[in-house]
C-alpha cells in the first residue's frame, strides 16, 4: 500500500507513435524526414511556373526570400554537414532540385543557399562522384559563375575547390572547365575587379588547384589574351575590358594583401606555377 503505483502498460497507440518517431529520423541523427520533405516541397513551389513570372521586364528583376523560408533552408544548409543528412537529401533527389532553383530563381538569397548546401553534400565521395558525373548539373554550376551576387559566387567556387579535390572526379571538371571558355572571363574578371577578399582568396584557391591539375590548361589561359565576358551584345564589344590572367592576378594579389596574408600566399603559388613554364614566364615579364 504505501509503494507508487507502477506505470500503466504502453498502449498500442503509444507502441505505433513511438515507432513512427523511430522510422521518421534520417540515420542516426534526430532530424526529421517529414520536416524535411516539407521544406524541399515548399522550395519546389518557389520555382513552379505558377509562382515565377515569366515576363520579359521581369526577367532581370531579383526577389526576396521569404523570412519563413530562409530559415528552414538556412537549417537544411546546416544539417547537409552531417553524412546522413546528406545522403538522405541525395537519395530524394535533392540536387535536381537545387539545380532547378539555380536554372529558375531569381532570387540572390535562395542560390546562394542552393549552391552552400550542395557544396556540404560534395564534401562526401558518394556524392561529389554523382553530382559532378552528371553534365546538365556541370553545366548549370559552371554558369554560375557568371553570377553578379558575391555570396552565390563564393559558394560556387567553394563547391569547385571541393570536387577538384576529389581525385576521382577532378579530370571531369577540369575537361569541362576546358570546353567552356566563359569560366576564364568570368573568373578574370572577380580577380580584377572584385573587393570581396573572402571571394578572391577562393578563386585564388580554384585557379592555384586548376593549374596544379592541369599543365595544358595553365597554358591556354596564359595563352588567351583576347577573352571578353560572356553574355554581351556585339555592339558593346568595344567597350568590354580583354583579360589577359597574370595582371589579373596580380591585382587579385593586391587587393587581399593587407587583409588575408594566406591568400596572398595562394596567389604567389599561382605565380610560381606560371613560371613553370615558358609561356609563364614571358607573360609575367610583360
Known amino acids: ?167 576521382e572526379v577532378a579530370s571531369v571538371w577540369v575537361r569541362r572547365i576546358r570546353e567552356h571558355p566563359s569560366v576564364y572571363a568570368s573568373v578574370c574578371f572577380i580577380m580584377s575587379s572584385s573587393t570581396n577578399v573572402d571571394l578572391l582568396v577562393k578563386v585564388g584557391e580554384v585557379v592555384d588547384k586548376l593549374f596544379d591539375l592541369d599543365e595544358k590548361l595553365m597554358l591556354e589561359w596564359i595563352r588567351n589574351g583576347a577573352a571578353r565576358l560572356p553574355d554581351q551584345s556585339q555592339e558593346d564589344s568595344e567597350e568590354q575590358p580583354v583579360f589577359s590572367i597574370v595582371p589579373c592576378i596580380l591585382e587579385a594579389a593586391k587587393q587581399v594583401r593587407s587583409e588575408n596574408l594566406e591568400g596572398l600566399d595562394v596567389y604567389m603559388h599561382v605565380l610560381q606555377l606560371l613560371t613553370t613554364v615558358d609561356d609563364g614566364v614571358q607573360a609575367i615579364v610583360s
Not at 60 to 72: D, G, H
Request: charged share 25%; net charge negative.
Open 1 to 167: 500500500m504505501d509503494r507508487n503505483p507502477s506505470p500503466p502498460p504502453p498502449s498500442c497507440d503509444q507502441e505505433d507513435e513511438e515507432d513512427l518517431g523511430s522510422g521518421d529520423r534520417i540515420g542516426n541523427t534526430v532530424y526529421s524526414k517529414h520536416w524535411l520533405f516539407g521544406v524541399l516541397s515548399g522550395l519546389i513551389q518557389t520555382v513552379t511556373p505558377e509562382s515565377v513570372t515569366s515576363g520579359p521586364e521581369d526577367e532581370e528583376e531579383q526577389v526576396e526570400l521569404a523570412e519563413e523560408m530562409e530559415n528552414e533552408i538556412c537549417r537544411v544548409w546546416d544539417m547537409s554537414t552531417d553524412e546522413d543528412v546528406a545522403l538522405f537529401l541525395q537519395e530524394f533527389k535533392a540536387p535536381d532540385i537545387f539545380m532547378g532553383v539555380l536554372t529558375r530563381s531569381r532570387c540572390p538569397r535562395l542560390r546562394e543557399i542552393c549552391v552552400g548546401i550542395l557544396g556540404n553534400m560534395a564534401c562526401f565521395r558518394e556524392i561529389c562522384e554523382s553530382v559532378s558525373k552528371c553534365e546538365d548539373h556541370g553545366q548549370v554550376l559552371l554558369q554560375c559563375l557568371c553570377d553578379s551576387d558575391p555570396p552565390t559566387l563564393l559558394e560556387t567556387c567553394r563547391l569547385l575547390l571541393t570536387c577538384l579535390s576529389q581525385t
